[in-house]
C-alpha cells in the first residue's frame, strides 16, 4: 500500500498484508494485491464488466485499465495473471484509490508504477538444501530481498 496522503492512523502489521486497517476509511492510495491463483477457468466467476478508460502494459501483457466510481470516489484497475511455477499461474491486481478532484495527478503516478511491475524468480531450497525449486518467471529477485 502506498499512500498518496497520510492516514490518520495505521493498524499494525499482519498477513495478509490487504487486510491491514488504517483510518479514516477512505485515504488516497495504490495497492497491489497478488496471490496463487486458486480458481478453475471454467469455476471462475464472469468478472465485473469493465469501464476502460486507457490500457497499458501490466506485467508483460497490454491490459485494460478499468474504472469506478462511486460518490467522490474514483477507483482505478488493472490485473492480469503471471506464471509462478510450470503448473500454476498467480495473480495480480493493481488499484489506484482517489478522488475525482486529485484523480488527473494521481493517474500518471497509477500508470507509472503499474507499467514498471516486474516479476523475478528465486530460488528456494528445500530441507538439506539438495531440492531447489524455482519459482517465479523473469530475472532473478534481488539477492538481498526478504521473502515472507
Not at 469506478?68 to 509462478?84: G, K
Not at 516479476?119 to 519459482?135: D, E, I, N, P, Q
Request: one cysteine or more; a neutral charge.
Amino acid at each position: 500500500m502506498l499512500f498518496l496522503t497520510p492516514p490518520a492512523q495505521c493498524g499494525g502489521a499482519g498477513y495478509p498484508s490487504s487486510s491491514r486497517a488504517f483510518e479514516p476509511d477512505f485515504v488516497p492510495a495504490i495497492s497491489l494485491y497478488y496471490g496463487h491463483n486458486t480458481v478453475d477457468e471454467e469455476d471462475a466467476p464472469s468478472p465485473s464488466p469493465c469501464n476502460k478508460v486507457g490500457e497499458i502494459q501490466f506485467l508483460g501483457a497490454p491490459r485494460p485499465i478499468c474504472e469506478e466510481r462511486e460518490s467522490a470516489e474514483v477507483r482505478l484497475v488493472v490485473q492480469n495473471r503471471y506464471q509462478v511455477v510450470a503448473a500454476g499461474d498467480a495473480e495480480a491486481v493493481f488499484t489506484l484509490v482517489t478522488t475525482a478532484d486529485r484523480l488527473v495527478r494521481d493517474r500518471p503516478v497509477f500508470v507509472a508504477a503499474a507499467a514498471n511491475l516486474r516479476t523475478c524468480s528465486f530460488v528456494l531450497r528445500g530441507v538439506g538444501a539438495k531440492k531447489r525449486t524455482r519459482w517465479g518467471v523473469g530475472p532473478s529477485c534481488l539477492a538481498d530481498g526478504r521473502w515472507f
